[in-house]
Structure formats: structure tokens, C-alpha cells
């Protein structure tokens, strides 16, 4: 099995760095967006470490769905919603104008995303459903991708290699790639625009995604937990496009009584 920590840890350090770029070029504080980034990933990082068995945070990573892998025993979705809660928590504390860090943020955000999914392609974690289309791929013995499908009893136990299943992880990637070019290149006019718009980007994307994936038992429902929460990303990002549209245009329309 390869060894995705590298890239685990390249597509951290690319939102980090990409992120202090963006905020830069935006007339915002570098220093403060490295920092934050710093603190965030570091939270992110401490809290599967402090979850035991049975207790509150544990139950909070089962909703989380944050993948403990023997490589590194972090999830890529607790990571970046851990450093974006911590980040948006200290904005506010600060008095810092949190939209506008957040909008600097998020398409480095999505590459390092994309790169970290590229690890769980590499890990054999987060895999697709049994398929037979041209572009399935198979893991190897002591990923999770076999480990689950010779439980199942899918395969035999001298098999050595999974069953071929959609490449869930690289559509992953590029929803992520795709994410990063959309909220790379556009500009909207008001802040916290962009931010409704990678989150409501990541919630549709990932919402499709998830009828793929088969890395956990669905428990016969009709939505899994993490679709539950990519809706509720959806409606987050149409509400916060509403009232930040809302406040911009208040604050040009005051702006002109000034004059």
C-alpha cells in the first residue's frame, strides 16, 4: 500500500499557503490567514486524539464520518471543517472581517482538498461501490476497500485484491479540482459570496458523490448522514448569499445617502 501522507500532508499546506496568497492579494492580513490556518488544522488534528470510545466528541467523529486509517488516523472532512470552525470562531473573536477572510480562503481550501483525496485514492479508504465500468479500480491487500469486502465475504481470503469499484476518491478530487478553479477565478461583490458559493458547491458535489461510495454501512436508509449534511450545506449557502446580498446592497444604498 502506498503512503499517502505526503500528499495528506501537500494539500494541507497548500490551502494554508494558497489561502495567506489570496488574502494578500485581497488587501487582508497573510500573517493572520497562516495563522489561523496553523490553528485550525491543529484543532482539527488534537480532537480525534481527546474522543474515547462512547463519549460526546467520539459520537460527534462517528457523525463526522472521519476515517481512522492505520497512515494517519484523520479524516479529510473533519480536518477542513475542524480548521474552518476554529478559523471562523477567532475572526469573530478578533473583530476581524470573517466573511472576507473566509472568501480568501475557500479555493485554497478546495485544492488541498483535491489533493487530499488523491491520498485516499492512494490509501484505498472513502472507496466506490462494486462496478465494471472501464475506469474501476481494485485495492490491494490491507486496504480498507479489501478489508471490508472480504468481511463481507465478497472475496475469498486468498483473494489479493478487492472487487472493482467506482474511483470514488477521484471524483472526489475533482469535484475539488473543479471547485478551485470556479472559486479561483470569480468574483463576486459582496463578501461572504464566495464563501456561499463553495459551500454550496461542496454540498451538491458531495451529495451526488455519496450514492457511490461504500466504505460504510448505509443501515438501509434512503440518505446517509453525510448527505444529510451536505443539504444542510445547501441551505446554509442560500441563506448566507441572501442576507450578504441583502447587507451589500444596504450598504451601497447608504453609502449613496452619504454622498
Known sequence: MNDPRLLWGAG?????????????????????????????????????????????????????????????????????????????????????????????????????????????????CDFGIPCDQVWATTFAEGTQAYDAHWCRGWIEVDASESLSVHPTQLYHALAGAGGFVLLSTLRLPWAGGRLALGLGYYGLTRFVIEFFRDDYWKNGSMLDIAQWWCVAFVVTALGLRFLCRVSHIQTKEANSVAL
Open 12 to 124: 494541507v499546506a497548500i490551502a494554508a499557503g494558497f489561502s495567506g496568497w489570496r488574502a494578500r492579494q485581497e488587501g487582508l492580513n497573510a500573517g493572520v490567514m497562516l495563522a489561523l490556518s496553523v490553528a485550525g488544522i491543529a484543532a482539527a488534528h488534537w480532537l480525534p486524539d481527546v474522543a474515547g470510545q462512547g463519549s460526546t466528541l467520539s459520537a460527534a467523529r462517528m457523525l463526522f464520518r472521519a476515517n481512522v486509517t492505520e497512515a494517519n488516523g484523520r479524516g479529510v472532512f473533519m480536518a477542513y471543517m475542524g480548521a474552518s470552525f476554529v478559523g471562523m470562531v477567532t475572526l469573530r473573536f478578533f473583530r476581524l472581517p470573517a466573511l472576507k477572510y473566509a472568501d480568501a480562503s475557500v479555493a485554497g481550501i478546495a485544492a488541498g482538498y483535491c489533493l487530499a483525496r488523491v491520498g485516499c485514492f492512494m490509501n484505498g
